[in-house]
């Protein structure tokens, strides 16, 4: 996906909210940036949980090293309850905040594999008004096997620099949803763990210590491709996992409505073996088919009786595809006013 606050042509989703149609690299850097609020210490900094503990070992064989103990506090991890973020794709952050009635503590926006991310006006007041920037990095038209041996390392340095400059932890998202339709790196686990591995090693090399690495599939696999797990890069190159997911409703004949949990439940429970917080880093619900409003009174129960290591939830507010937006109807508007100023999603 593209754009940094606004609407956007691409993705164009398919069935369950997990396709994707992404725009060439760096039409992202022609977008208009968002207007960023400046916001004092209160809620964001509560939720910043700096002190870390990464202790993992990388075997041979990806995906098949043993979980990290989930007793080590995770960076960025709330102490509490869960972190709420936000695409802001429907208004500026001032008005979606003062729309909603609390201030998210993520802000979620997408960049192209020569966008510099780490020098622009959106990540930077992110960290200076104390929400924590969620970069996701999209390599369009980028082969994989030149990030692996070593071609494109001039540009994954100056991000990694870049990167280490900020200073302040951030959720560093690269190549999510590579098991659905974008296929990053050919729909081939080993070719996409080698590149993101390599990345990696080379901001860890730079002393970007402060990068939280998110690896975040989509809910549904792309039909004849490999399954999410088998593309995770191993527990030493992951702090995060994370999940994309849509309940599209049922405005298509052939789709069906999905409760929140339903949707992430099978998921889930691969991701939860990992031992690692989980952040959901895009979901949305379509109006046709259901109550929009009471999937949204559904998420915060789901998170607390089902889904216990879903640490952060981003909603993508926006309407594309579907009826994304939050403020899809006075209901939902409301049931979404009521979620976000619940205790558990403001530690």
């Given at each position: 996906m593209t754009g940094r606050g606004i609407p956007f042509d691409g993705p164009q989703r398919r069935r369950h909210g997990q396709g994707t149609d992404r725009r060439t690299a760096g039409e992202s850097a022609a977008a208009p940036k968002p207007a960023v609020r400046r916001f004092g210490a209160g809620?964001?900094?509560?939720?910043?949980?700096?002190?870390?503990?990464?202790?993992?070992?990388?075997?041979?064989?990806?995906?098949?090293?043993?979980?990290?103990?989930?007793?080590?506090?995770?960076?960025?991890?709330?102490?509490?309850?869960?972190?709420?973020?936000?695409?802001?794709?429907?208004?500026?952050?001032?008005?979606?905040?003062?729309?909603?009635?609390?201030?998210?503590?993520?802000?979620?926006?997408?960049?192209?594999?020569?966008?510099?991310?780490?020098?622009?006006?959106?990540?930077?007041?992110?960290?200076?008004?104390?929400?924590?920037p969620l970069v996701n990095w999209e390599p369009f038209d980028v082969d994989f096997d030149d990030i692996i041996d070593g071609s494109l390392d001039a540009t994954i340095e100056k991000r990694a620099d870049g990167a280490k400059e900020l200073g302040e932890p951030f959720f560093l998202d690269f190549a999510a949803e590579m098991n659905e339709e974008e296929g990053w790196g050919g729909h081939d686990p080993e070719r996409y763990i080698a590149a993101y591995r390599h990345i990696h090693d080379i901001f860890e090399d730079r002393g970007a210590s402060n990068v939280v690495w998110v690896w975040a599939p989509n809910v549904t696999d792309s039909p004849d491709a490999p399954a999410a797990m088998s593309y995770y890069p191993g527990d030493r190159y992951v702090d995060w996992t994370g999940i994309d997911g849509y309940n599209w409703g049922t405005s298509d004949p052939d789709f069906e409505w999905q409760g929140f949990t339903d949707l992430f439940r099978d998921i889930y429970g691969k991701l939860a073996a990992k031992g690692k917080p989980i952040i959901i880093g895009e979901t949305g619900s379509d109006e046709t088919g259901g109550s929009?409003?009471?999937?949204?009174?559904?998420?915060?129960?789901?998170?607390?009786?089902?889904?216990?290591?879903?640490?952060?939830?981003?909603?993508?507010?926006?309407?594309?595809?579907?009826?994304?937006?939050?403020?899809?109807?006075?209901?939902?508007?409301?049931?979404?006013?009521?979620?976000?100023?619940?205790p558990y999603l403001t530690p």
């Open positions: 809620l964001a900094s509560a939720a910043l949980v700096t002190a870390t503990v990464l202790v993992a070992t990388s075997c041979s064989t990806a995906g098949e090293e043993p979980a990290t103990s989930s007793s080590a506090t995770a960076p960025l991890e709330p102490s509490e309850g869960a972190l709420l973020g936000h695409y802001y794709g429907d208004g500026t952050v001032e008005e979606t905040d003062a729309r909603i009635g609390t201030t998210p503590g993520i802000h979620l926006t997408y960049y192209g594999w020569e966008d510099d991310w780490s020098a622009s006006e959106a990540t930077r007041d992110d960290l200076s008004g104390n929400r924590i929009k409003a009471e999937w949204i009174q559904g998420i915060v129960p789901g998170l607390k009786d089902e889904f216990p290591l879903i640490k952060a939830l981003v909603w993508f507010d926006v309407d594309k595809e579907r009826h994304w937006q939050i403020a899809s109807s006075p209901a939902a508007l409301a049931a979404y006013r009521r979620m976000a100023a619940d």
